[in-house]
């Protein structure tokens, strides 16, 4: 049976729903466990203002700007479009080093992030999906979600596609431990200042640019395609995320490789993977097929609903 589509059906504005329910207590906020789960959270980001007292130089700036491509591209090009859609196909040795790198952006292993997220497209903006702005609050979609303790193990039962891979279920299990190598590297190659902008800006960063697209992209921008969810296209946030806001894209047709469907959307991971494949390193790169760009507009009367894709039925590596 379809989902309802709640951006025509719901009365209020999912902007109106979001700020209706930041001021909702909700039992999930109040849980004890979760401010001590949230103090490195915070930590990171109070480390992060000592940019205001360690030396300034541009190669510090340059420096964060470098590792925030790296592990936003790990993050929408890894843990997103590969693990999660499996929408393109590469090697096992590179499919590690895509986890691997992910792991330094701090948002869990890549098996705990691809299961959360596949259950966010089973849901999305329902009753089920834990991260709906227009349900639960901008704040809980942002990031409340991801420090409460409700939703700290990994549902492999979602991703049996990966965990049959004991190196990527290792890597989950120990999944801070590059992070903490990249700071410890950071800190003997350029002391504080590498640090606090390699290490600490460019992590807060990473978090917050990733998070808007849960929290963000559900709230504001314009539609092309008639999905069951509040999904929307933001051109700042895909420049941001490097190609992550066209997520009104996305979610009609979330199988492709590349998520800026025409020329003008700029999609910069999509352009990286294009690179890559290139080389020979990834391929099978999957394209949105003509009928998707062109069926259930927004201004079509077509029946919404997303083309849905049964990702671990894909064939791994």
Not at 18 to 47: I, M, N, T, Y
Not at 95 to 117: E, I, N, R
Not at 136 to 147: D, E, N, Q
Request: aromatic fraction near 14%.
């Amino acid at each position: 049976m379809p989902r309802a589509n709640r951006a025509t059906t719901t009365a209020s504005t999912p902007q109106a729903r979001a700020l209706a329910k930041d001021a909702e207590p909700q039992a999930e906020h109040r849980s004890p466990w979760r401010r001590l789960k949230s103090l490195p959270f915070w930590g990171v980001h109070a480390a992060a203002l000592l940019v205001f007292v360690v030396p300034f130089a541009w190669k510090w700036v340059a420096l964060c700007a470098g590792l925030y491509g790296l592990k936003m591209f790990a993050i929408t090009g890894g843990y997103h479009r590969y693990f999660s859609h499996r929408s393109y196909r590469t090697s096992r040795p590179f499919q590690f080093l895509l986890a691997l790198t992910g792991t330094l952006a701090l948002q869990k292993g890549p098996l705990w992030w691809a299961a959360h997220h596949r259950h966010h497209h089973l849901s999305s903006d329902q009753e089920d999906d834990i991260h709906s702005p227009g349900l639960r609050g901008f704040w809980w979609a942002h990031v409340g979600w991801i420090l409460s303790t409700d939703y700290d193990e990994t549902e492999t039962h979602r991703v049996p596609d990966l965990a049959r891979f004991p190196e990527l279920v290792w890597l989950n299990r120990y999944h801070v431990l590059p992070g903490i190598g990249l700071a410890v590297l950071l800190f003997l190659a350029g002391g504080m200042p590498a640090l606090v902008w390699g290490f600490f800006v460019s992590s807060v960063l990473t978090w917050h640019g990733t998070f808007c697209i849960n929290s963000l992209t559900h709230l504001f921008g314009r539609r092309r395609y008639r999905t069951s969810d509040d999904s929307r296209n933001s051109l700042l946030l895909a420049l941001v995320t490097l190609g992550e806001g066209w997520h009104n894209n996305h979610h009609y047709y979330m199988a492709s490789t590349r998520q800026g469907f025409f020329w003008w959307e700029i999609d910069i991971t999509y352009y990286l993977l294009r690179g890559l494949a290139a080389l020979g390193i990834v391929w099978e790169l999957r394209e949105p097929p003509k009928k998707v760009l062109e069926s259930n507009l927004v201004t079509s009367a077509a029946t919404p609903g997303p083309v849905d894709l049964d990702v671990a039925t894909l064939e791994a590596p």
